[in-house]
């Protein structure tokens, strides 16, 4: 099943898909910015989720009740357990598993492996169908050349530092500062480590696992929005059931070290994750998605460094480095290269689609009025 996107850009709608798009790189980009005391203060990853989640469910379920109470379709057993997919995977699993991987690692290796995340999506939404790859054509060549160089943009970032071009290197963080590592249960503990598994192994599996899951949330979402119109709707159930699996882990999980108060700071960052990063950018990601295509939504993941690096530099007085322009650079031109190519796609599409109308006219107009005078002629 192929699901047809206005990708390329050519409406308004689009357009404005492309612009929320780049917005909720922003939002991700203060995020990080604001969240990265919180969880330097050693606030518990599961507690951080669990409280986000809430607030986000909190907002969501109430206004989605509201809005969409006539184009909300009726509940199905596939519906339901596609929203049990979405929460699983975009929600659950994405973002305890890039937390938890975080604390594993260090945060210059958990920014490298998120360019994985539109290569992930491009894989799986083309062994669904849901997007449309033929290499041999200008368009398909475009589109896989797009994404390497959008990638290479946000690797270059990650790796390459560089001089400063804008405010100076004084008292800037190392990149590798160490975080507060999460604490592994013992029995999990030991039977990791009894396959060689530490815990820089398991951090990278975590943040491996992180790339999948929004990649198959993106896949999986694209082809549920062709059936079930209701995009705060899809997004509200995936946090309800997003939530529930994060209660579950936090009460499996709990113990008497698990710390549930906040700080004021903690608080503050709890409460933009979940009304913005969580609520607004969800909900902006769901319709972007129906419009634009997984494949091109994942795209826009690498300019999180490029936002997070800008609002550093805004608020926090970080220089901004000759690598991180370079890959910005790059990987505007990765997302020009994908846009036009669907672009192009969606053009050819419609003019397939009405020759092929005019074509089915032309038969029955001829059907209705008798052959035709030279048909005749040759006839008597």
Same mark, same amino acid.
Request: neutral net charge; hydrophobic residues 50%.
């Given at each position: ?9 050519? @409406?308004?709608?689009? =357009?404005?898909?492309?612009?929320? *798009? ?52 009726? *509940? ?12 699983? %995977? ?36 083309? &062994? &669904? @169908? ?5 290499? +041999? ?18 690797? +270059? ?22 975080? &507060? ?5 013992? #029995?999990?503990?030991?039977? #990791? ?20 899951? *929004? ?8 082809? +549920? ?17 997003? !939530? ?8 499996? *999980? ?6 549930? !108060?906040? %700080? ?30 997984? $494949? #091109? ?29 370079? @890959?910005?650079? #790059? ?10 190519? !669907?672009? =192009? ?10 020759? =092929? ?17 030279? +048909? $005749?002629?040759?006839?008597?």
């Amino acid at each position: 099943m192929e699901i047809s996107h206005g990708g390329g850009g050519g @409406g308004g709608e689009a =357009r404005k898909a492309h612009v929320a *798009m780049a917005c909720v790189q922003l939002m991700s980009g203060g995020y990080h910015v604001i969240t990265k005391v919180a969880l330097n203060g050693g606030v518990d990853e599961i507690v951080f989720c669990l409280y986000r989640d809430f607030i986000a469910l909190s907002i969501l379920a109430p206004i989605a009740y509201l809005r969409e109470k006539r184009t909300r379709p009726a *509940m199905t057993g596939h519906f339901l357990f596609t929203f049990f997919l979405l929460g699983l %995977t975009g929600i659950f699993g994405n973002q305890l598993l890039f937390l938890l991987g975080l604390g594993y690692t260090n945060p210059t290796y958990a920014a490298a492996l998120q360019p994985a995340i539109p290569v992930f999506t491009f894989i799986l939404a083309a &062994m &669904m @169908g849901v997007e449309t790859l033929n290499v +041999l054509k200008i368009e398909g060549q475009a589109k896989v050349g797009g994404t390497v160089v959008c990638v290479s943009g946000a690797i +270059l970032m990650v790796l390459f530092r560089g001089p400063s071009v804008l405010g100076y290197a004084h008292h800037v963080q190392t990149q590798h500062q160490e975080t &507060m590592a999460p604490e592994i249960p013992g #029995l999990m503990f030991s039977s #990791l480590a009894s396959f060689g598994i530490d815990t820089w192994h398991l951090g990278v599996l975590c943040l491996i696992g992180n790339c999948i899951c *929004m990649a198959a949330f993106l896949a999986i979402q694209a082809p +549920l929005l062709a059936k079930y119109p209701a995009n705060l709707s899809v997004t509200a159930y995936s946090y309800f059931f997003g !939530t529930i699996f994060m209660v579950v882990t936090a009460v499996a *999980m709990s113990n008497e070290s698990v710390n549930w !108060t906040l %700080t004021w700071s903690e608080i503050w960052a709890v409460v933009y994750a979940g009304i913005v990063t969580s609520a607004l950018s969800y909900g902006l990601i769901t319709w972007s998605n129906k419009i634009l295509g997984p $494949a #091109l939504v994942a795209l826009y993941n690498p300019l999180q460094p490029a936002a997070t690096a800008f609002l550093s530099r805004i608020f926090l007085g970080s220089p901004i480095y000759l690598g991180s322009v370079l @890959g910005g650079l #790059l990987i505007i031109a990765g997302l020009y290269l994908v846009t036009w190519a !669907t672009y =192009r796609e969606k053009q050819q599409a419609a003019a397939l689609g009405v020759y =092929r109308s005019r074509s089915t006219e032309s038969l029955i107009s001829q059907d209705f009025s008798g052959p035709s005078p030279s +048909l $005749a002629k040759s006839i008597d």
